[in-house]
């Protein structure tokens, strides 16, 4: 059986250190899942179908990873795929507190499924969706931020 990772996140938009993140889980399992969360409480700037399609995009050559939307429990998405761990990034000690929360939780969910923390890739560990949205939108070039393909998708690019 293929070892399945679900990476949930709200990739609003998918950055440069989500695709690191993904890279280097691909090391670890045959297939991850991309699980393109709803989350209307951070008050995504692009709808849910908008960052499903630039996870697409991004991964579009890449056969091991598939992008599927998700608006439930997470340990359901993991069920669905037959994944035996979530996948998640960790920047700064910032993420931490997050970070262990949600893993305790999930583990309270389901003992069986383990989540698996890797670390940001030096030059990307102030990369955040939030500041990428922030600089794009008051006009700053956020091109070594971005995959290529999100970047027609983002304000006041040259893409
Ligand atoms: P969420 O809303 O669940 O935090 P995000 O899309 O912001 O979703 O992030 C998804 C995951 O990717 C989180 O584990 C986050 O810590 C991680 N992540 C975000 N940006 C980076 C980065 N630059 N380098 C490594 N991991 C990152």
Do not use: C, W
Request: aromatic share 8%; glycine share 6%; no cysteine.
């Amino acid at each position: 059986m293929p070892r399945t990772a679900i990476y949930p996140g709200t990739f609003d938009p998918i950055s440069l250190g989500h695709v690191d993140v993904v890279l280097r889980g691909l090391k670890l399992v045959d297939r991850i899942v991309i699980g393109v969360a709803e989350n209307i409480g951070k008050g995504p700037m692009f709808d849910l179908q908008t960052r499903l399609a630039m996870v697409r995009e991004v991964f579009a050559d890449e056969s091991r990873v598939e992008a599927v939307a998700f608006t439930g429990l997470l340990v359901d998405l993991a069920h669905q795929y037959q994944a035996q761990a979530i996948l998640r990034g960790l920047r700064a000690a910032s993420d931490f507190e997050y970070e262990f929360q949600m893993a305790t939780m999930n583990r309270r969910l389901d003992e069986s499924i383990e989540t698996v923390f890797v670390m940001a890739r030096e030059d990307y560990t102030f990369v955040s969706s939030r500041f990428i949205r922030e600089i794009a939108s008051m006009g700053g070039d956020v091109s070594s931020l971005v995959p290529p393909a999100v970047l027609p998708h983002l304000p006041n690019q040259q893409g």
